[in-house]
């Protein structure tokens, strides 16, 4: 017969404390939500990082190219492959949030409850902005038919702008030579020379917003995970006879199942580890609102 305890995974006494199958399932679930919300969080940061990454180098090189005035070709040549690699980094990780978010929280509402939410909302953002559709072609060709930086080019700076701006773009021509699968369709709406920055600014737009309304979905369920882990550790640590001297009562606390003594699953319960993901939340709660191409 299977029983279940709250049980320290660590060497000395304890006293284990019965628990019933249905509140070792309730244990199994809140981890597990834990876990999807932390990769939730740590893929939008990881995006947010690159986008940032790419802003930090394209303001770096505006205010060096304003002081230094150098246009040699090998100088240039260097800045151009230097945003490339900025841009695909973020491409890249754009592609794979989209592609993973639509995984996470599995066990939430009905099934396939949020991921039909994460793609309305990213269907939604296609069907809205000009920048998430030119991003979302740019990055398929960037796979798969040419990098993404065709020049510098400091004629197509829109006119409301008064700072410099390192003018990344990429060619419309030079995208009909070689299409590939890039849709008509959004070439159509492009102009010649594709301002690179404002578009990825414009996609980092929609990206946070998409981000932000999927974590308002399950915040509630984070938070009663944490509850239920934490009711957990202090039912735990009010059935230890020591004094509480460590502080740490709790250390190492699992929620097992057990069959003639034998340990057949085991649930850690810990939180310490989720306090990062917390803080990430906190961290990105608000919305980028940068100028964008949409904006142009």
């Known amino acids: 017969m299977t029983e279940y305890r709250l049980r320290g995974m660590h ?11 249905k509140r070792h399932a309730e244990h ?6 834990l876990v ?10 990881l995006l947010k990082g690159n986008f940032l990454a790419f802003e930090d180098f394209c ?23 230097e945003a490339d690699r900025h841009i695909m980094n973020l491409l890249s990780t754009g592609r794979t949030y989209a592609d993973q978010v639509v995984r996470d929280f599995k066990f939430f509402g009905d099934e396939g409850h949020f991921a039909t939410k994460a793609t309305e909302l990213l269907n939604a953002a296609h069907a809205r902005s ?8 740019l990055r398929n ?24 701006m390192a003018l990344f773009y990429t ?4 995208i009909i030579e070689d299409r590939g699968t890039f849709k008509l ?62 502080g740490n009562r709790a250390i190492g606390l699992a929620s097992v199942a057990i069959n003639d003594d034998d340990i057949i699953e085991a649930t850690p319960l810990l939180l310490d580890w989720d306090d990062a993901r917390v803080k990430l939340a906190a961290k990105n709660r608000f919305p980028i609102k940068l100028k964008s191409g949409d904006a142009a």
């Open 11 to 21: 060497i000395g006494p304890q006293n284990e404390v019965p628990i019933s199958a």
């Open 28 to 33: 199994a679930r809140a981890r597990q939500c």
């Open 36 to 45: 999807d919300a932390g990769d939730f969080e740590r893929r939008y940061e």
């Open 59 to 81: 303001a770096q090189w505006d205010m060096r190219s304003t002081v230094n005035s150098d246009y040699g070709y090998e100088l240039w040549a260097g800045v151009i492959l």
């Open 130 to 137: 000009f920048d998430y559709r030119f991003t979302y072609e």
């Open 141 to 164: 060709r960037a796979q798969h038919r040419a990098l993404p930086v065709d020049g510098i080019d400091p004629a197509i700076r829109p006119k409301r702008e008064h700072h410099q």
């Open 171 to 174: 060619s419309k021509q030079r």
């Open 185 to 246: 369709s959004v070439l159509d709406e492009a102009p010649d020379k594709v301002d690179l920055r404002a578009v990825l600014r414009g996609y980092m737009a929609e990206m946070s917003g998409i981000h932000i309304a999927l974590r308002a979905i399950v915040d509630a369920e984070c938070a009663h995970s944490r509850e239920v882990i934490e009711r957990a550790k202090n039912d735990y640590a009010d059935a230890q006879e020591d004094d509480d001297t460590s």
